[in-house]
């Protein structure tokens, strides 16, 4: 029997080594971090254009975790630029092997409750585990800190 499970936390993957066992089953756990790391992080931020970088440390920063979409567009004007740049870093990383598949945007819209069909964003947030390692990787950035990610190519065309 061979199952694949990305994304899993330990308590998960500990139950089903034992609901296996109980059946005789032999079963292998290959077990995948898709968690942000810092180095993860300052690699993400790295490979970010000017804008994108910014919108993602006012997340961090300013909002810890959540911020209005009305006080990004005041600081770094129309968002559709930072938010295309956002999410192909997640893919383009994937790719060349920055972090695993299954890695969760660490940066996510909210949408507006009150208009469902209207996909306008109100907000963007990130959850309160991923918000320390950003905010250690925005430090090792600004030369705060200890991250050590290599440098990535310079990203054209996003």
Known sequence: MKITIEGAD?????????????????????????????????????????????????????????????????????????????SRTIPRGVREGWWPEGIKAPITPVYDPENPSWHKNIAYTMSSEDVPVFRSAIAALAGRGTATAPEPPVPWGD
């Open 10 to 86: 330990k308590d998960f993957t500990e139950k089903l080594v034992a609901l296996a066992a109980a059946h005789h089953a032999e079963l292998t756990v290959a077990a995948v971090d898709t968690s942000w790391t810092v180095e993860r992080a300052t690699r993400y931020l790295r490979s970010l254009t000017a804008g994108a970088r910014r919108f993602a440390e006012m997340v961090v920063v300013n909002g810890d975790g959540y911020i209005e979409a009305d006080q990004l567009r005041a600081a770094v004007g129309k968002l559709n630029g930072p938010t295309v740049a956002l």
